[in-house]
Each structure stands twice: as structure tokens, then as C-alpha cells.
């Protein structure tokens, strides 16, 4: 069962590096932050980051320890390795490049009607 | 991280993973019951926000596992569960197929063994056979074309000297029988004639010594011999300082040179010792009485071979040209392993196609009950599907019940292929075992683990089409598939196909038991009856002297008649039921006169036809008066007389056998043999005429025994205990040094002429009599199946006036529809299949109306009684009660 939010394979992982990128969080901040910083555009399940993490966690893009949180809860922070900092440089260009497409795909079509 | 550290941190990794999910509905419901809910509200609320936490955590645990294998394992424990539950099913499934499969890998390792496993020699592809490609038109006019790997002395030599590009050796292929004197005993043991260059054209380097020279080779050439490990080692006590020593064989001393490692199997394969063959043009060098065994040099191709071999034109090629019209013949090498298969391969065919037959009627048999078994848990099925079960993991569960059961059905299978093969090496006479032995190696291992993935498969795919049909609202109202027109519409089709196989396989059988019956049935000639026959080598340096071996009949034969129980003895070169000398022979006058070609004959005692009781149909048989210095005469049987002579009326007529004319003074009854020339079945009235023993030459008799070993035959008027000794001793007071081979009785030595029709008649009718069993089971589960559904259809007809007996006819009409149908397209499958038998039957045609009208019969009889019999159940049900259960 896929999780039909999930715009494209790999978006919401896409989402989680580039977010961590900036700094190490934990699960419950890293589901805050894209919710916030997407404007609530895109609905994510709160719980599917779970998967995604263990995927990359098995993946070696990302390592988690557990710690204190700033309200000193006892949580899991994620960090990038060095493996998931290359590898989101690469994603975000390749995605970028689609996305770039996309939108020259499209323009065309809007300027018509 | 390697997968073995996965493996054992898996249970931290997911603790990790519950108390983070833990953590983080924690934080959120904080964070609301800050914002001012009540705790309760705020953790519904995350819960909310988060999704399906047991889902996604699975999810989360499942990053970390195999997932193909663990499910693959819970589906394979949930089938085993399933299977266990009904064990009389299970029980009988992987008993079917434990004989399916264990009858196809004992098949298929025959067939590896004649057809795939190389040869047991070095590099066996650069080893070939060199054979002639004859074609022309025969005596009917038909053209026809065959491969023969006999050559005559001329052949020998011509590609001995002129073929560059392979090693050329020449062989017997078969073994005489020869006497070994050490000590005081004397051993009648086997002896395989071949030329020098033969051990290094197979590959075989001697354990001990060396092979045979060129100079040892030549005709009167050094007495040398191999001896063969197990001889050297049982009755040389494996003495390396035998190597240079002499034996005394053929009552001459032959020296020692070399001794062959244990591992070694030659063409005969019943060798106990090899001689230098001495190939020549003349003598037995007149007739295609060689093999030739080639060996590609290094460097060379086997189209330099063939191009060398084409230029070649031996004279008997023009001969063959002169008097067969269109007839051509051309020298060719084919692979070794091709030329020795030649004769089992139709046959092993035949019945690798018939045990595939087999495993297809077991696979449909399967399908159908296991189709059932599903039908029965429609409404299971249904529930899961309704609480998310994907309809991939509902196949997965399809696919692996008869996955288990073909995996058991296939280790049980092995094990029984093994008691199989070891059947037939029993069966079998030793000639006929391939090379090499029978066993199972990797190649067979991988057949029979493709038959269980492949019965699998078929097994499942009915039940597995049935399933896709599964609608979740009828299903759980309690209708099951069965109902439905398609799922019944498949087990008929089933049932339909597995009597058209069957009905094939019947057939097969049928011609084959017909074969035999006629071959058994014909009429021998002669009264078996208290005859016991022994076998001697007469190969020996002091029988070249005619003289000494008329002694040795004389006196023998007499000793022998004094036993006290004996009525009559003579000796014979060969008996019924043996393959005869073939010899070359001229019509001098009447009305066939000219006729110039070869016939089987036998030189005999006077009293051989009065011992075997084969009657003197004109003229008369051989006396004591027939002598060297009487007028040589012949003694035809009926076949010779009609075929070569035109009547039956031939006493006086003459016969040019050699250089003298001979005088037919007598025709005698056929007796059945299996033919020399021209062979087309494995017993037939052949052609014959005998001469007497006392004409015969010194020269032909050194030349006749070299391949022949005459038999002693004695007939008693009743059983004599210790007849055997007494007929050893009778010899021994005419020869001491003299053994007999072995002791036979006629009977004993049709079955060894018709053994392998035996074992084809025993496998293919074994085979039908299962395929029949579980046919009849198929149609039988069939009806009763459809009885039961039928149940409340019935109860209205029979409360609205139907008898039961008429309702029990329109079930069984019914339900043997598909048993009619598959006869039908059993009869037409075997207008195709039934041609793969061609050459194994003889006095049948393939297409033979009779036995195919009587297995349709008996298919269509034993499938009435199979349906007949759950029909009657129709008779219990009470209108009533169907009624109102609905």
C-alpha cells in the first residue's frame, strides 16, 4: 500500500534530506517544519515519515541518536551523513531540472486558453 | 551494515521505532492539551494526525526485512497447516505424485544415461563411430534410407590408410565365449576382440603394461591379451609380475600385456579379458562383421573426417549400387554416444513420453480435487478479502498448497526413481543397460526439480483462475464458486482431459500387450518341454582339427544319453529363440535358380530336430551316415522353402553353400528366432537351413567358433535331479578341460529374446492401470461433487414427480459427458501420439481399430461405474428435508 500523499516515489524522502540539510531534527520537529514551511500545501501524513526514515536509515543516507529535545523530551535525532548529503545535491538538481520542464511543458498550454 | 548485523540488531532497531512513534503522539498531545484540550482529545487527535500507527510502524519494521522470504515462510506454514488439517488428501496427493515424478526422473536418467551424460572417456565429443549411410529402394519398392555401423575387412583397411584426421581402431562389439585354463580349472569367461589403437582411441590408458601393437594385430600375429581389473583381481590375486607371463587360453598360451584400470567399460560390457581382433579382408573380414571406433587427432574437425571418409568407395559399394535400384552408400562418423543409443532410444522415448502422460493425468487430478478444496472455502476466502487480504496475497496461498505438496511429492519421488532404476537394471539384459550404469546425477536432479515446479504450477492454476472470480457480497452470503457455471465448466475440462491422456495411454499398453501376446504366441516349432541346453567354447587350438571335434560330439552326446533319465541329446551351433549364423548360398536349379544371397543356418547333430520335436514336414533328417565322405547335404525349413526355393516340394533340389553343391535331402518346421537379416521384429519364422555337423570343414569351423559357441541340448522324460552335473561330467569324459557356460532352459531363453517387450509391456501397462485409477477418480469426484451441489435442483424435480431413477440416469448421463468427450479427444491424440511406437511394435499396425475400440470401451465401462456409484446417493435425498434446509 503506498501512501497516496506522497506525490511521487522518493518526494517525501526528497523533502526530509533537503530539511534536514539545515540542521539535525527529530521526527516530530522534521514533520512540523515541512508542514509549516509547505504551507500545509501538501498533506502529510504525520506517521509516514516513519517509514521513510527507517528506509533511509537502511539506506545510510541519514543516523539517528537518541537525545534531548529543547523541550527536554527524550527523542531521536536524525542527521545527514555524508552519503545523504551527496545524495540530496543530486536529487534536488535532477529534480529541479524536472520540475523545470514541467512547467515549460505546461506554460505554453495556459498561455492559450 | 552487513545483513547478518541487521539480522541481530533487528529487535533494537525496532524497539527504537515504537518508542519514537511513542514519543512523538506524546509531544503532539502536549502540545494540544497546552493549547487548552482535555488529554483525552489531544491524544485522539494525534492519533488522528498521525494516520494508521500500526500500519505505518509495520511498515517502518518492514524497511528491515526480507519481506519476499518471511512471507513466502508464513504462507508455506499456513499451507502446511491446511494440508495437515486433512491428512487422507494430503497423504494420497503426495503418493500420486511421489510416482509421477519418481516414474519421470527414473525415465529421464534412462535417457541421460543413453542420450546426454558423456560417455565415460576422455573428451567424448572427438569420439565417433563410423557408419554407413545406405539408401535405396527395397524388395516393396519403398525407398527407404538407415544408418548401419557394421564394416567389412575392406572398409577397414581403406580408412585405416587413408582417414589422417582421426585415430582408427576396430572392434567387436559384443563378447564370445572362451576358455581360460589356470591351474586345474578351466573358466568359460568373456572375451572382446579389438584391434590395436583401440584403448587409445577411447582415451584409456592401461593400469598396468600396455595396448596391442600393429605387429600383434596382424593375422598370426603373437597370442597376447588384457585382462580386465576384476579378473586380474579375482583370479590373479592382482600379481603385477602376471604382466609378461603367459595364461593358457583357447588351449594355447597367450602373454600377458597389460591390464585395464577398474573404472574401464568397453562397448561389451561384459568383458572380462581383450584379444587382438586381427581385422583381414578375408574370413570373417567377408562380411560387416566390424565396429569402428574413431578419434578426432588434435587440431583436426570432423569435416576434415567426414571429407576424408566421402572419397573412400569400398567395392561393396558398387555391389550394393549394381543390385538395389537407387541404391547408394556412403562412409560417414557419427558421435560415438548416437551410434551406441540407436536401438533404446525409440523405445526409452516412448516411454519418456508415456510417464509424462502420466504426471500431466496426476496434475489434472490435482488440479480438480484442490479446485474443490478452495471452492469449499469461498466464504474464508471472501472474509479476507473484505478485511484488506490483497487477492496477491490470497494467490500467493493458492500457489504454494501444491507447491508443498509437489516439493514432498518430489524428495519421496527421488527416492522412488531409485528403487525404479534399480528395477529396470534388473529387468534389463545387461547389453541393453546404457553405458555407464543408471543412476541419478545433477542433470536428472534438475529435471525432476523442473517436473515439481511445473506440477506446481499446473496444479494451481485451476484453482487459481477460480479464485480471481471470488465477488466479496455473494460469497459471504454463503454461495460458493462451485455454484457458478465456470468453476464446474473447469473440472469437467479437467476430468475430460485426464481420460483423453489415459485414454492414450491405454492404448499404448494395449498394442504393446498385443505385441507381445503374438510374439509369445508364436508358434515356436518345437516342444520346450524337458529340454535343458548348455553352452561350450569350442575356440580352442585342438578343435581346428575337424577330426577332434567330430570326436567330441560323438562321444559327449554319448556319455550324455547314458544319464540315466535322458531319452534324447544332440548338439546344435544355435537354438531357438538365438540369433543364428547368417551364410551365403546359391540356388543350383528348378525354378528359383540363380537366386544368390544369405539366410540364417545352423550345422546340427543328426538327432537335433528328434530332440526338439520340430517335425520333418518331407524327405528325411540327418543320419550317422551323413559324413565328410558322404554326398553333402542341406536340410531347409518351411520359410527357406517357400522364399528362396518357390515350393514346398524341394527334396533332390540343390543348394551351392561354399564351393560344393549340396543335395536338400529334407524340410523341417519353423522354429521362431530372432532374424539375422533384414530385422523387423524380435521373433519371426525365420529363413533357415542346416547342414550337418560331421560335413563341416576344419576352416569353417575355426571360423564359426571364433563367434559361436554350440549348445548341448538334452530332453528327459521327466525332471532329473542333478542334471546339470551329470551333463558337466558327460562333457568332462570327452574333454576335461571343457566348461559349460551356462544351463538354460528354452522357456528361459524366449523371455531373454523377448525381455526388453517384457519391461515395456510392464511399465506402459503399470502406467495405464494408474492413469486409469486416477481418472476414474477424477470422473468420480466429478459426479459425486455435482450430486451434492445438484441436492435441491434434485429435491424439487423428485417433489414434483421425478423418480429417482431417472434422476439417478440424468446425473450419471451427465456427469460422464466429459468422460465422453475426452475418449473423443483421446482417440484423435492418439491418431498422433500412437506413432512414436511404430518401431516397437510388430504384427500391430499403430493405429490398430480392434484395441482402440476396446479401451475406449473399457475407459467408457469403469467410468459408468465410477459415476454410477455417488449417483446412488441421489436415492438417499429426501425432497423434503432439501427444501426446507434452504
Given at each position: 500500500m503506498t501512501d497516496q500523499r506522497d506525490l511521487f516515489p522518493g518526494a517525501l524522502e526528497l523533502m526530509i534530506l533537503q530539511t534536514l540539510k539545515r540542521k539535525p531534527l527529530h521526527g516530530y520537529a522534521l514533520a512540523q517544519h515541512i508542514k509549516l514551511t509547505s504551507n500545509d500545501l501538501l498533506q502529510v501524513e504525520e506517521g509516514s515519515l516513519y517509514p521513510a526514515l527507517q528506509r533511509m536509515l537502511k539506506a545510510d543516507l541519514v543516523k539517528a541518536e537518541w537525545g534531548i529535545s529543547s523541550t527536554n523530551r527524550r527523542v531521536r535525532i536524525y542527521q545527514l551523513t555524508p552519503a545523504g548529503r551527496k545524495h540530496v545535491e543530486r536529487e534536488v538538481s535532477s529534480f529541479e531540472r524536472m520540475l523545470e520542464g514541467i512547467t515549460r511543458v505546461l506554460a505554453p498550454a495556459k498561455g492559450r486558453s | 551494515m552487513s545483513w547478518l548485523r541487521q539480522l541481530f540488531s533487528r529487535p533494537r532497531v525496532y524497539n527504537d521505532l515504537s518508542a519514537e512513534i511513542q514519543e512523538h503522539l506524546e509531544e503532539k498531545a502536549a502540545e494540544l492539551v497546552q493549547a487548552g484540550m482535555s488529554r483525552e482529545d489531544a491524544l485522539a487527535a494525534a492519533r488522528r494526525q498521525f494516520g494508521n500507527y500500526t500500519l505505518l510502524e509495520e511498515r517502518g519494521r518492514e524497511v528491515w526485512q526480507w519481506r519476499w522470504l518471511e512471507q513466502f515462510l508464513r504462507d508455506i506454514r499456513f499451507a502446511w497447516r491446511q494440508l495437515a488439517r486433512n491428512t487422507g488428501f494430503t497423504v494420497a496427493a503426495v503418493l500420486v505424485l511421489t510416482l509421477a515424478i519418481g516414474a519421470n526422473t527414473a525415465m529421464f536418467s534412462m535417457i541421460d544415461a543413453l542420450l546426454l551424460r558423456p560417455l565415460p572417456y576422455p573428451h567424448p565429443e572427438r569420439l565417433a563411430a563410423l557408419v554407413r549411410d545406405v539408401s535405396g529402394r527395397n524388395s516393396s519398392g519403398h525407398f527407404v534410407s538407415g544408418q548401419e555401423n557394421g564394416q567389412d575387412g575392406e572398409t577397414w583397411e581403406l580408412v585405416r590408410d587413408n582417414v589422417s584426421a582421426a585415430i582408427m581402431a576396430a572392434e567387436k562389439r559384443d563378447t564370445n565365449g572362451i576358455n581360460l585354463k589356470s591351474g586345474k580349472q578351466t573358466r568359460y569367461v568373456h572375451d572382446q576382440r579389438v584391434s590395436a589403437m583401440y584403448f587409445d582411441a577411447l582415451g584409456i590408458k592401461p593400469l598396468l603394461g600396455r595396448s596391442f601393437t600393429q605387429e600383434e594385430d596382424r593375422p598370426s600375429g603373437p597370442d597376447v591379451v588384457i585382462l580386465s581389473y576384476t579378473l586380474w583381481k579375482n583370479l590373479f590375486s592382482s600379481d603385477p609380475a602376471l604382466l609378461g607371463q603367459s595364461i593358457r587360453l583357447k588351449d594355447v598360451p597367450y602373454t600377458v600385456v597389460g591390464v585395464m584400470p577398474a573404472s574401464l567399460q568397453t562397448t561389451a560390457q561384459?568383458?572380462?579379458?581383450?584379444?587382438?581382433?586381427?581385422?583381414?579382408?578375408?574370413?570373417?573380414?567377408?562380411?560387416?562383421?566390424?565396429?569402428?571406433?574413431?578419434?578426432?587427432?588434435?587440431?583436426?574437425?570432423?569435416?576434415?573426417?567426414?571429407?576424408?571418409?566421402?572419397?573412400?568407395?569400398?567395392?561393396?559399394?558398387?555391389?550394393?549400387?549394381?543390385?538395389?535400384?537407387?541404391?547408394?552408400?556412403?562412409?560417414?562418423?557419427?558421435?560415438?554416444?548416437?551410434?551406441?543409443?540407436?536401438?533404446?532410444?525409440?523405445?526409452?522415448?516412448?516411454?519418456?513420453?508415456?510417464?509424462?502422460?502420466?504426471?500431466?493425468?496426476?496434475?489434472?487430478?490435482?488440479?480438480?480435487?484442490?479446485?474443490?478444496?478452495?471452492?469449499?472455502?469461498?466464504?474464508?476466502?471472501?472474509?479476507?478479502?473484505?478485511?484488506?487480504?490483497?487477492?496477491?496475497?490470497?494467490?500467493?496461498?493458492?500457489?504454494?498448497?501444491?507447491?508443498?505438496?509437489?516439493?514432498?511429492?518430489?524428495?519421496?519421488?527421488?527416492?522412488?526413481?531409485?528403487?525404479?532404476?534399480?528395477?529396470?537394471?534388473?529387468?534389463?539384459?545387461?547389453?541393453?543397460?546404457?553405458?555407464?550404469?543408471?543412476?541419478?546425477?545433477?542433470?536428472?536432479?534438475?529435471?525432476?526439480?523442473?517436473?515439481?515446479?511445473?506440477?506446481?504450477?499446473?496444479?494451481?492454476?485451476?484453482?487459481?483462475?477460480?479464485?480471481?472470480?471470488?465477488?466479496?457480497?455473494?460469497?459471504?452470503?454463503?454461495?460458493?464458486?462451485?455454484?457458478?457455471?465456470?468453476?464446474?465448466?473447469?473440472?469437467?475440462?479437467?476430468?475430460?482431459?485426464?481420460?483423453?491422456?489415459?485414454?492414450?495411454?491405454?492404448?499404448?499398453?494395449?498394442?504393446?500387450?498385443?505385441?507381445?501376446?503374438?510374439?509369445?504366441?508364436?508358434?515356436?516349432?518345437?516342444?520346450?518341454?524337458?529340454?535343458?541346453?548348455?553352452?561350450?567354447?569350442?575356440?580352442?587350438?585342438?578343435?581346428?582339427?575337424?577330426?577332434?571335434?567330430?570326436?567330441?560330439?560323438?562321444?559327449?552326446?554319448?556319455?550324455?544319453?547314458?544319464?540315466?533319465?535322458?531319452?534324447?541329446?544332440?548338439?546344435?551351433?544355435?537354438?531357438?529363440?538365438?540369433?543364428?549364423?547368417?551364410?551365403?548360398?546359391?540356388?543350383?536349379?528348378?525354378?528359383?535358380?540363380?537366386?544368390?544371397?544369405?539366410?540364417?543356418?545352423?550345422?546340427?547333430?543328426?538327432?537335433?530336430?528328434?530332440?526338439?520335436?520340430?517335425?520333418?514336414?518331407?524327405?528325411?533328417?540327418?543320419?550317422?551316415?551323413?559324413?565328410?565322405?558322404?554326398?553333402?547335404?542341406?536340410?531347409?525349413?518351411?520359410?527357406?522353402?517357400?522364399?528362396?526355393?518357390?515350393?514346398?516340394?524341394?527334396?533332390?533340389?540343390?543348394?551351392?553353400?561354399?564351393?560344393?553343391?549340396?543335395?536338400?535331402?529334407?524340410?523341417?518346421?519353423?522354429?521362431?528366432?530372432?532374424?539375422?537379416?533384414?530385422?523387423?521384429?524380435?521373433?519371426?519364422?525365420?529363413?533357415?537351413?542346416?547342414?550337418?555337423?560331421?560335413?563341416?570343414?576344419?576352416?569353417?569351423?575355426?571360423?564359426?567358433?571364433?563367434?559361436?559357441?554350440?549348445?548341448w541340448i538334452v530332453r528327459t522324460s521327466g525332471p532329473v535331479t542333478g542334471l546339470r552335473q551329470a551333463m558337466q561330467k558327460a562333457l568332462e569324459q570327452a574333454d576335461p578341460d571343457l566348461p559349460f557356460s551356462a544351463f538354460h532352459t528354452l522357456d528361459e531363453l524366449q523371455g531373454q529374446a523377448l525381455a526388453q517387450q517384457h519391461l515395456e509391456v510392464v511399465l506402459l501397462t503399470v502406467l495405464a492401470a494408474l492413469a486409469l485409477f486416477l481418472s476414474l477418480v477424477g470422473a468420480y469426484g466429478l459426479i459425486s461433487n455435482m450430486v451434492l451441489q445438484r441436492r435441491r435442483d434434485i429435491g424439487i424435480r423428485m417433489a414434483l414427480g421425478c423418480t429417482v431413477a431417472r434422476a439417478i440416469r440424468e446425473t450419471t448421463t451427465s456427469g460422464l459427458l466429459p468422460v465422453a468427450g475426452g475418449i473423443t479427444a483421446g482417440l484423435v491424440l492418439a491418431l498422433f501420439a500412437l506413432r512414436l511406437m511404430k518401431s516397437q511394435l510388430f504384427g500391430v499396425r499403430n493405429l490398430d481399430p480392434m484395441t482402440l475400440l476396446a479401451v475406449s470401451l473399457l475407459m467408457l465401462c469403469a467410468a459408468a461405474v465410477a459415476g454410477f456409484l455417488p449417483s446412488l446417493q441421489v436415492a438417499r435425498i429426501n425432497p423434503a428435508s432439501t427444501l426446507r434446509s434452504e
Open positions: - | 561384459d568383458a572380462d579379458l581383450w584379444t587382438p581382433l586381427r581385422p583381414s579382408r578375408n574370413g570373417e573380414g567377408e562380411g560387416m562383421n566390424y565396429a569402428i571406433v574413431l578419434r578426432l587427432r588434435d587440431g583436426a574437425t570432423w569435416a576434415e573426417v567426414n571429407a576424408e571418409l566421402e572419397s573412400l568407395h569400398p567395392s561393396e559399394f558398387s555391389e550394393f549400387a549394381k543390385h538395389v535400384p537407387q541404391g547408394e552408400e556412403r562412409l560417414t562418423a557419427v558421435p560415438l554416444q548416437k551410434d551406441l543409443a540407436r536401438e533404446q532410444k525409440p523405445p526409452a522415448l516412448m516411454l519418456m513420453a508415456a510417464v509424462c502422460l502420466i504426471l500431466l493425468i496426476a496434475c489434472a487430478n490435482l488440479a480438480g480435487l484442490m479446485l474443490v478444496r478452495f471452492t469449499r472455502r469461498t466464504s474464508e476466502i471472501a472474509t479476507r478479502l473484505a478485511l484488506g487480504a490483497t487477492h496477491g496475497a490470497i494467490m500467493r496461498q493458492v500457489f504454494a498448497e501444491p507447491l508443498l505438496l509437489s516439493v514432498m511429492g518430489g524428495i519421496a519421488g527421488l527416492a522412488a526413481a531409485a528403487v525404479f532404476l534399480k528395477t529396470f537394471a534388473a529387468m534389463l539384459p545387461p547389453e541393453m543397460v546404457p553405458l555407464g550404469g543408471l543412476g541419478i546425477d545433477a542433470r536428472v536432479m534438475f529435471l525432476t526439480l523442473a517436473a515439481v515446479v511445473a506440477t506446481a504450477l499446473l496444479i494451481a492454476i485451476f484453482p487459481a483462475l477460480a479464485i480471481r472470480n471470488i465477488h466479496i457480497t455473494p460469497s459471504l452470503a454463503g454461495r460458493t464458486i462451485a455454484s457458478t457455471p465456470r468453476s464446474s465448466r473447469a473440472r469437467q475440462i479437467l476430468v475430460g482431459a485426464e481420460v483423453a491422456l489415459t485414454l492414450v495411454l491405454l492404448a499404448g499398453a494395449g498394442l504393446l500387450i498385443r505385441t507381445l501376446i503374438d510374439l509369445q504366441n508364436l508358434p515356436a516349432g518345437f516342444d520346450s518341454h524337458n529340454v535343458l541346453t548348455a553352452k561350450a567354447s569350442l575356440d580352442e587350438a585342438r578343435y581346428h582339427d575337424d577330426a577332434a571335434f567330430h570326436r567330441l560330439l560323438d562321444e559327449s552326446l554319448a556319455a550324455m544319453r547314458r544319464i540315466p533319465g535322458v531319452d534324447s541329446a544332440a548338439v546344435g551351433l544355435s537354438l531357438p529363440y538365438e540369433r543364428g549364423l547368417n551364410d551365403g548360398f546359391k540356388v543350383m536349379d528348378g525354378p528359383t535358380a540363380g537366386t544368390n544371397t544369405a539366410s540364417s543356418t545352423a550345422y546340427v547333430t543328426p538327432d537335433y530336430f528328434h530332440v526338439l520335436r520340430i517335425p520333418v514336414m518331407a524327405g528325411r533328417s540327418f543320419t550317422d551316415a551323413d559324413t565328410a565322405q558322404s554326398e553333402p547335404v542341406v536340410i531347409v525349413n518351411v520359410s527357406f522353402a517357400k522364399k528362396y526355393l518357390g515350393s514346398l516340394d524341394v527334396v533332390g533340389r540343390h543348394l551351392r553353400l561354399g564351393k560344393t553343391p549340396s543335395t536338400v535331402v529334407g524340410v523341417v518346421g519353423n522354429v521362431s528366432k530372432p532374424p539375422g537379416i533384414n530385422v523387423q521384429a524380435p521373433l519371426s519364422t525365420e529363413p533357415m537351413f542346416y547342414v550337418p555337423a560331421a560335413q563341416q570343414s576344419a576352416k569353417d569351423l575355426q571360423l564359426i567358433h571364433l563367434w559361436f559357441q554350440p549348445s
